[in-house]
């Protein structure tokens, strides 16, 4: 039985699978996992690039006869894991050569830790890196404790830099759910994090890859992202057993979001649901008000649509 299931999920993703599975088939220093590729009905040659790898024993090949979506696919990359630990990463993404060499021992060394993270690399569709670091992550190299308050605030661990116990997954129900297909990473994070401790190694391990295809990308743009990250939180603050200096930040913790999708909604020109949700964060926590850019962003968001159009020409 291998110790380490790494699951891909792909849809009409040859262009990269072949990068995704080469970086994780020759990790240095561990070798002892399982790679399962999931292939969504793909019709853009995936099989072939697949196939080219069957000769190595590691590699489980599970191929959908009919197009299942992105949630089913990943449970049933799921369901086919063996390994005490489990990573899940996207068919665009990629591992530098020690990512598991570093992340292995750290749950190994520590039972009562259940998700080790790296940072990690931006690169775009032609694997060029635009940022060496993804993200601020909040906490030092070597970190091993309660991640919670920040990931209440921030999802800033993707799927491609992190490895968690097999056994996490029961805290969401076995496997994903189809009702937050925007979020299912961050909800089980967030339901890890509530359970055990996060362990954090400070080196870039992982590439994340961003381009127009990205799932994200595509639901930024629609409400599903602001109503799947809601349903999260609520189900973190219906959590009986949720700390109590946790629950303490559940006002700002909505508000940070609300704010956050606003900024979005602006962007794209959506300045109704932009007013909407500054409206929001203000009633979940009032110093919202105070921040840099409230009034100014609200303002903007309420002005007719052509005096904005001629402001911001000028």
């Not at 697949?50 to 799921?78: K, S, W």
């Not at 009562?112 to 992550?137: A, F, K, P, Q």
């Not at 359970?195 to 961003?210: E, F, Q, S, T």
């Not at 949700?277 to 203000?282: D, K, P, V, Y």
Request: hydrophobic content about 40%; aromatic content about 10%.
């Amino acid at each position: 039985m291998p110790r380490v299931s790494v699951v891909v999920p792909s849809y009409n993703y040859a262009a990269y699978l072949g990068e995704c599975m080469a970086s994780v088939l020759g990790q240095r220093g561990f070798d002892d996992l399982e790679l399962i590729v999931v292939d969504d009905a793909s019709g853009d040659g995936s099989r072939e690039v697949i196939g080219g790898f069957l000769h190595d024993p590691r590699v489980v090949y599970v191929q959908h006869a009919e197009n299942q979506g992105h949630i089913r696919t990943m449970n049933d990359g799921f369901r086919a894991a063996r390994g005490e630990y489990v990573a899940h990463i996207g068919a665009d993404d990629f591992w530098e050569p020690e990512l598991l060499a570093r992340t292995v021992p750290l749950l190994d060394a520590s039972p009562g830790v259940g998700l080790v993270h790296t940072n990690y690399r931006l690169v775009d569709g032609e694997g060029r890196v635009t940022r060496e670091r993804g993200t601020n992550v909040p906490y030092p190299d070597g970190f091993r404790g309660d991640a919670l308050p920040w990931l209440l605030f921030e999802n800033f661990i993707p799927p491609v830099a992190a490895l968690f116990r097999r056994g996490a997954l029961e805290l969401v129900g076995g496997e994903f759910s189809e009702e937050v297909p925007y979020s299912e990473d961050w909800r089980l994070w967030l339901a890890v994090a509530r359970r055990h401790a996060v362990a954090y190694v400070d080196a870039p391990l992982a590439a994340y890859r961003v381009h127009g295809r990205n799932l994200h990308s595509a639901l930024q743009r629609t409400r599903r992202a602001e109503e799947a990250e809601r349903r999260i939180l609520d189900e973190v603050f219906a959590d009986p057993l949720l700390a109590p200096e946790h629950r303490a930040l559940r006002g700002r913790v909505y508000a940070r979001h609300a704010r956050r999708h606003a900024d979005g909604y602006f962007g794209f020109g959506e300045r109704a649901e932009c007013r909407r949700l500054l409206r929001e964060a203000a009633r979940q926590s009032v110093s919202t008000v105070l921040e840099a850019g409230f009034w100014k962003r609200y303002l903007l968001a309420s002005l007719p649509g052509p005096l904005y159009r001629a402001l911001k020409r000028r």
